[in-house]
């Protein structure tokens, strides 16, 4: 006879189980499968060129870039790190991890800018979006990585596949706050000038929301390079299998040389992208003009002649 404990047990495993064992992976496995392509496609295109570069092309233009957008202290940083990568032998590794990262980036912005739009206009599909985005951001990465296996099987790309899901709602949370934080007054003109809703989300809402959904990619960037280590224990490679394999070993030295590297592209990755959202400002009257303005070197400030300041009147 069963105790009273037992009659009010929820087998909440048990359901779990069924549902994803007997139901959702025979039914939808080759569906999430075929999902897989575009993030292969685009992983191994990437992996490949950057693997094909040379480091010494790859370090100038990085260290340009950082130049351009995020000054000089940043660029010189970014060549000494990465010549200190090459002399430890990590060079491939961390051209791999770079892959992996700048994918699952992509998918990230693809996916979580259009359901950020959407979720700024709906205040409905916002309510439901709501758990949604809390649960994937409070849920431990380990518990959805044995999901990801039964449904996408072990490699790079199911560890990529892991980093999206945990890395894809910042970028949503604030490409929603950006978009209903324009000011009213703004969103008024453009409707009595006739703008079309398309006009409005393209010519005014987007540009002047560019800095806050910057701020979401700088973060969408960060929490994909923390996934970097526990996407390795599904089959990932690059630093991440570094420094897992250091672990298994005990081998400190290899541990700590695959986590410097990663604090290395962290931080790098970081300075470019909070210069690109914190120290440029609308630089134009449409979206284009907007991004080409982010590229863009910031006008060194005017002095105003002695004479000048002479003259003008107290």
């Not at 809703?197 to 990619?217: D, K, N, S, V, Y």
Request: proline share 7%.
């Amino acid at each position: 006879m069963p105790s009273p404990a037992d009659l009010f047990t929820i087998p909440l495993d048990d359901w779990i189980n069924t549902f994803v064992r007997d139901w959702l992976v025979p039914n939808f496995r080759p569906a999430f499968r075929a999902m897989q392509w575009p993030v292969t496609q685009v992983l191994n295109g990437l992996e490949a060129f950057l693997q094909a570069v040379p480091m010494a092309v790859f370090t100038v233009v990085l260290a340009a870039i950082a130049w351009r957008t995020a000054g000089r202290g940043v660029a010189l940083f970014t060549l000494v790190s990465l010549i200190f990568i090459d002399l430890i032998e990590l060079w491939p590794e961390t051209m791999t991890t770079l892959a992996m990262i700048v994918t699952a980036v992509l998918f990230c912005t693809v996916i979580g800018v259009p359901v950020g739009i959407a979720a700024a206009r709906s205040d409905r599909f916002l309510a439901v979006l709501r758990p949604v985005l809390d649960i994937m951001q409070t849920i431990p990465p380990f518990v959805y990585l044995v999901p990801i296996v039964m449904l996408f099987g072990v490699g790079m790309v199911p560890g990529i596949i892991a980093t999206i899901v945990f890395a894809l709602p910042p970028i949503i949370r604030l490409t929603n706050l950006g978009i209903r934080n324009v000011r009213g007054d703004l969103i008024e003109a453009g409707h009595a000038f006739g703008s079309t809703p398309w006009q409005m989300l393209w010519e005014i809402q987007f540009p002047l929301a560019l800095r806050t959904i910057m701020a979401g990619l700088n973060q969408t960037l960060m929490l994909a390079l923390s996934m970097v280590v526990i996407a390795a224990l599904i089959g990932a490679g690059g630093l991440g299998l570094v420094v897992f394999t250091g672990l298994g070993r005990l081998d400190v030295g290899n541990a700590t040389a695959g986590g410097i590297g990663i604090v290395i592209i962290a931080i790098i990755l970081d300075r470019i992208t909070q210069a690109l959202g914190e120290r440029r400002q609308v630089g134009g009257t449409s979206l284009w003009s907007t991004l080409k303005g982010l590229f863009r070197p910031a006008a060194a400030p005017t002095v105003e002649a002695p004479e000048r300041q002479a003259d003008r009147p107290a």
